[in-house]
Structures are given as C-alpha cells and as structure tokens.
C-alpha cells in the first residue's frame, strides 16, 4: 500500500555519456544526498538548443531524494556535469510505498543518517 508523502523527489538529469553518471551518481549515493540512482544509457534526445534542433546520444538518470537535499544535490550535479546548462527537472513524488519512504529517508542525510539493516523488508500494508 502507498503512503502520501511531502518531501520525496526524484531528479532526474541527462549525462553524456556513462562515465559521468556513474561519477554522478556515485558521488550523490556516497555523500547521501540519494538513497538510489537509475542509469538509462541509449537515450535518444531531439531537442532545441541556440536555436538549432539537436539530436544526440546521452544517458538518463534519475535518483531518489528527499526535497530538503535537491539544492546540494543541483550542485553537485553542476559541479561534475560537463554541460554548460545539463537540464536537471525535479518532480515531487505524490505517494509512494512506505518501506520505500523509510528506505530514501533512513538512507539519505549525511554520516549521521543511520542506514536501514542489511534484511529490511519494508511493511506496504
């Protein structure tokens, strides 16, 4: 069963290539401002840019976090994108599962959070 929740949010940012969203992703998941980063390589992008129609090859990422960590998390993706402007969309989660919830709560939030133990299987009832 899913649970309203405020603060949860997914990011998500197209990369270049692989290399740099796993040197994203791993950064967000070791600083715990994610508790979770998908990777989607093979992503066809047809877009305008400086008033060209653009077609490439990049990478979809989309990770988990909590809406009080998305500003770090911009800039570190900034920080370690090679994009002059990499197109960062954030979106408020309106329910998700609770032991969903608890894990990207219990997993993110800097040396202080205490992750969840190594058998959770969080109660959806």
């Known amino acids: 069963m899913s649970s309203k929740v405020q603060d949860i949010r997914i990011v998500n940012v197209t ?3 692989v290399e740099t969203a796993r ?3 791993r950064l967000a998941v070791d600083r715990r401002l994610v508790a979770c980063v998908n990777i989607f ?5 047809i ?3 400086m008033g060209e129609v653009c077609e490439d090859d990049e990478v979809f990422v989309s990770m988990k976090t909590r809406e009080e ?3 770090s998390l911009f800039t570190a993706i900034v920080a370690n994108h ?3 402007q990499p ?3 954030v979106l408020a989660v309106d329910s998700v599962g609770r032991g969903v919830a608890a894990w990207i ?9 205490v992750s969840l133990p190594k058998g959770f299987k969080g109660a959806e009832d």
């Open 15 to 17: 990369c270049p290539d």
């Open 23 to 25: 040197k994203i992703g």
């Open 41 to 45: 390589p093979g992503v066809q992008s």
């Open 47 to 49: 877009y305008r840019w």
């Open 69 to 71: 960590f998305v500003e």
């Open 82 to 84: 090679p994009y002059p």
């Open 87 to 89: 197109a960062i969309e």
């Open 105 to 113: 709560k219990a997993e993110t939030g800097g040396e202080a959070t």
